[in-house]
């Protein structure tokens, strides 16, 4: 659904950055910016820089930064749209639905209203003194305490058939839409519907953003013999299955940082961890899918696999192994002891036993296929020994990180005691397999920081146009042309910069914000970079009368040293091209000489650089 272009400037324009950087971080002043621990990697020295006057962010660690949009989408991992519309929610700014869009949207929020109402209806019930007793005391006797029921929103389906029915009248509510929510069934008459889930204790199933999408409903101990002990939403407009985890709302913060997640089997080991301090996930009554793990693959680098220790469980390792490697992600691979899951583990053991635990059994997922190959007894026969090799081979082909398929390799060869050249032969035929076939999976492209290409000079002028405003724009644009800067983010600053400046009134353009330019993402990120420096003079300084020539003290001259510098590159460049031109054409034909004269010209151009009237007023 598109955003119209106003929306997007009251947004970006109105936005309170460091009031949407604080749900995230802990923020302390530090002369005009804040300061503190980046959200996006982990650090001891606080190095992440929040400008609320320029409205920018800046990790002088990680290198990222930019406006509050930019925010949004890396700490959400969001795209442009949707972290416009996460922010117009926030801000209370309606986004005014296209015509062509408005029915699919009208559709899909009704259904969201009627999972929000029937989560609020579970809750209460959960609550109930009566009613919601059994529930609550099987919660307390899963160690589950009422702030872990409240924080993933817990609630308790009644032994009904009609009672969501019955209260979703009084919210206006629709049966056809809860039947279209997943809420309730359809008779086998055809004439009415019943509550899907009865007697049951409730879990909300969130998307990664934070939207109520569906229900796990788990039977309590005195349920109907032949009662399924789970049941799910069935798939709707809004719920699918293969692309939701359980608890990736709640635990992608700690993930993000952490750049890896632990994968439980159930909800119950996901509460628990939670309410430990430990962040994890589970998927919803699926095995993993491609489009989880690519959904993970916005948070972390590294899957953990906590899986049973039963026959069945190491086969669902094993699955689960192919699909993470296949989809960009590392593996490894953790086992409980005998009889034990998460849930009753870190509730025996406490939270500091189960870390300790993960930190000292957690392995990589070569030494666990191997392991779970010998205990199969698979290795005591050459053929088995080499099954298994090649099995493994071909999993260290799907790699794409080449450094950490040398590693893998260097494992795998410690392992099976075979020579390291050996298994590079297999892995690589397997990647010629995949590359005949086109199965390759395309490397990740890494990200760039836009300023590594562009001139200190280029830089520089970009800087005093963004922090002088209007005079500087004005008299830097009227000496440099638009293809004298560097192709990429650097032109489409100075692009950006135009347009702004024509916009606003001469005089009411002075240092420019950040929020006020529309451009595109890494362009963001070089403004950022341009605009936020790590330190900052101390006012101290001032109050001593120690003197401190400020950064752009004499713009002008600065100004202009760096023009001479880019020009002075810039036409070096074109002198390159010409002669290389001049020595490939005819010998003393037309058009060598015409390349002659330009190279006069160019190289007069050079010499006049030198004199101080050419960058007069």
Same mark, same amino acid.
């Given at each position: 659904?598109?955003?119209?272009?106003?929306?997007?400037?009251?947004?970006?324009?109105?936005?309170?950055?460091?009031?949407?950087?604080?749900?995230?971080?802990?923020?302390?002043?530090?002369?005009?910016?804040?300061?503190?621990?980046?959200?996006?990697?982990?650090?001891?020295?606080?190095?992440?820089?929040?400008?609320?006057?320029?409205?920018?962010?800046?990790?002088?660690?990680?290198?990222?930064?930019?406006?509050?949009?930019?925010?949004?989408?890396?700490?959400? #991992?969001?795209?442009?749209?949707?972290?416009?519309?996460?922010?117009?929610?926030?801000?209370?700014?309606?986004?005014?639905?296209?015509?062509?869009?408005?029915?699919?949207?009208?559709?899909?929020?009704?259904?969201?209203?009627?999972?929000?109402?029937?989560?609020?209806?579970? /809750?209460?019930?959960?609550?109930?003194?009566?009613?919601?007793?059994?529930?609550?005391?099987?919660?307390?006797?899963?160690?589950?305490?009422?702030?872990?029921?409240?924080?993933?929103?817990?609630?308790?389906?009644?032994? @009904?058939?009609?009672?969501?029915?019955?209260?979703?009248?009084?919210?206006?509510?629709?049966?056809?839409?809860?039947?279209?929510?997943?809420? /309730?069934?359809?008779?086998?008459?055809?004439?009415?519907?019943?509550?899907?889930?009865?007697?049951?204790?409730?879990?909300?199933?969130?998307?990664?953003? *934070?939207?109520?999408?569906?229900?796990?409903?788990? %039977?309590?101990? !005195?349920?109907?013999? *032949?009662?399924?002990?789970?049941?799910?939403?069935?798939?709707?407009?809004?719920?699918?299955?293969?692309?939701?985890?359980?608890?990736?709302?709640?635990?992608?913060?700690?993930?993000?940082?952490?750049?890896?997640?632990?994968?439980?089997? *159930?909800?119950?080991?996901?509460?628990?961890?939670?309410?430990?301090?430990?962040?994890?996930?589970?998927?919803?009554?699926?095995?993993?899918?491609?489009?989880?793990?690519?959904?993970?693959?916005?948070?972390?680098?590294?899957?953990?696999?906590?899986?049973? +220790?039963?026959?069945?469980?190491?086969? %669902?390792?094993?699955?689960?192994?192919?699909?993470?490697?296949?989809?960009?992600?590392? +593996? =490894?691979?953790? @086992?409980?002891?005998?009889?034990?899951?998460?849930?009753?583990?870190?509730?025996?053991?406490?939270?500091?036993?189960?870390?300790?635990?993960?930190?000292?059994?957690?392995? !990589?997922?070569?030494?666990?296929?191997?392991?779970? %190959?010998?205990?199969?007894?698979?290795? =005591?026969?050459?053929?088995?020994?080499?099954?298994?090799?090649? #099995?493994?081979?071909?999993?260290?082909?799907?790699?794409?990180?080449?450094?950490?398929?040398?590693?893998?390799?260097?494992? +795998? =060869?410690?392992?099976?005691?075979?020579?390291?050249?050996?298994?590079?032969?297999? /892995?690589?035929?397997?990647?010629?397999?995949?590359?005949?076939?086109?199965?390759?999976?395309?490397?990740?492209? &890494?990200?760039?920081?836009?300023?590594?290409?562009?001139?200190? +000079?280029?830089?520089?002028?970009? $800087?005093?146009?963004?922090?002088?405003?209007?005079?500087?724009?004005?008299?830097?644009?009227?000496?440099? @042309?638009?293809?004298?800067?560097?192709?990429?983010?650097?032109?489409?600053?100075?692009?950006?910069?135009?347009?702004?400046?024509?916009?606003? $009134? #001469?005089?009411?353009?002075?240092?420019?914000? *950040?929020?006020?330019?529309?451009?595109?993402?890494?362009?963001?990120?070089?403004?950022?970079?341009?605009?936020?420096?790590?330190?900052?003079?101390?006012?101290?300084?001032? &109050?001593?009368?120690? /003197?401190?020539?400020?950064?752009?003290?004499?713009?002008?001259?600065?100004?202009?040293?760096?023009? #001479?510098? =880019?020009?002075?590159?810039?036409?070096?460049?074109?002198?390159?091209?010409?002669?290389?031109?001049?020595?490939?054409?005819?010998?003393?034909?037309?058009? $060598?000489?015409?390349?002659?004269?330009?190279?006069?010209?160019?190289?007069?151009?050079?010499?006049?650089?030198?004199?101080?009237?050419?960058?007069?007023?």
């Amino acid at each position: 659904m598109r955003i119209p272009e106003h929306i997007v400037e009251q947004v970006r324009d109105g936005a309170d950055i460091l009031g949407v950087v604080e749900d995230y971080v802990r923020m302390k002043k530090a002369g005009n910016n804040y300061i503190g621990l980046c959200p996006f990697h982990e650090e001891k020295t606080a190095s992440f820089n929040v400008s609320p006057s320029r409205g920018y962010f800046k990790c002088f660690g990680c290198g990222k930064g930019g406006n509050v949009i930019t925010f949004v989408m890396e700490i959400e #991992r969001l795209d442009f749209l949707d972290a416009v519309r996460w922010l117009a929610d926030r801000m209370g700014i309606e986004i005014p639905v296209q015509v062509a869009d408005q029915e699919e949207f009208k559709k899909k929020e009704t259904i969201y209203n009627a999972l929000r109402f029937a989560a609020e209806y579970y /809750v209460k019930k959960l609550q109930e003194s009566t009613i919601g007793l059994p529930a609550r005391e099987y919660l307390e006797a899963r160690g589950l305490t009422d702030k872990t029921a409240e924080r993933f929103k817990l609630g308790y389906a009644p032994d @009904s058939w009609s009672g969501l029915l019955e209260a979703a009248q009084t919210g206006h509510i629709e049966p056809e839409t809860l039947l279209k929510a997943g809420l /309730v069934a359809e008779r086998d008459n055809g004439r009415g519907y019943y509550d899907r889930f009865r007697n049951r204790i409730m879990f909300p199933i969130w998307s990664h953003v *934070g939207k109520i999408i569906g229900f796990g409903g788990r %039977a309590l101990a !005195d349920a109907k013999e *032949g009662t399924p002990k789970y049941l799910n939403t069935p798939e709707t407009e809004v719920y699918h299955k293969s692309y939701v985890l359980y608890g990736l709302f709640q635990a992608k913060r700690v993930a993000r940082q952490q750049d890896k997640i632990l994968l439980v089997e *159930g909800y119950t080991d996901v509460l628990a961890l939670d309410q430990a301090g430990i962040g994890s996930i589970a998927c919803c009554g699926t095995a993993l899918t491609p489009q989880q793990v690519q959904l993970l693959g916005r948070f972390v680098k590294e899957i953990q696999l906590l899986y049973d +220790a039963d026959t069945a469980g190491v086969d %669902a390792t094993e699955r689960a192994v192919d699909v993470v490697l296949q989809n960009g992600l590392d +593996a =490894s691979v953790v @086992s409980l002891p005998e009889g034990e899951d998460p849930d009753s583990f870190v509730r025996s053991q406490g939270a500091d036993q189960f870390r300790a635990y993960l930190q000292t059994t957690t392995k !990589d997922w070569i030494e666990s296929l191997y392991l779970a %190959a010998d205990g199969r007894n698979t290795l =005591s026969t050459l053929r088995g020994k080499l099954l298994e090799l090649s #099995r493994i081979s071909e999993r260290i082909s799907w790699l794409q990180d080449q450094l950490l398929k040398k590693l893998y390799i260097k494992r +795998a =060869s410690q392992l099976f005691g075979v020579l390291e050249g050996d298994i590079w032969d297999e /892995v690589n035929r397997y990647l010629k397999g995949n590359q005949t076939s086109g199965g390759m999976i395309p490397s990740q492209s &890494e990200e760039l920081d836009p300023t590594e290409e562009i001139p200190e +000079a280029e830089k520089m002028l970009l $800087q005093l146009m963004l922090e002088e405003g209007a005079p500087m724009i004005e008299y830097i644009l009227r000496h440099m @042309s638009l293809d004298e800067f560097s192709e990429g983010a650097s032109q489409n600053l100075v692009e950006a910069i135009i347009d702004l400046y024509h916009e606003h $009134q #001469r005089e009411s353009l002075t240092a420019i914000q *950040g929020g006020q330019l529309r451009v595109n993402e890494q362009t963001q990120q070089l403004v950022a970079n341009l605009l936020m420096r790590q330190h900052e003079v101390s006012r101290g300084w001032g &109050e001593k009368k120690i /003197v401190v020539p400020k950064l752009n003290q004499d713009a002008k001259r600065i100004a202009i040293d760096c023009m #001479r510098e =880019s020009k002075r590159k810039h036409i070096g460049e074109e002198m390159d091209e010409l002669l290389n031109q001049i020595l490939n054409s005819e010998q003393g034909g037309e058009d $060598q000489l015409k390349l002659q004269e330009k190279y006069r010209q160019k190289s007069q151009l050079l010499r006049d650089l030198q004199k101080v009237e050419i960058f007069g007023d």
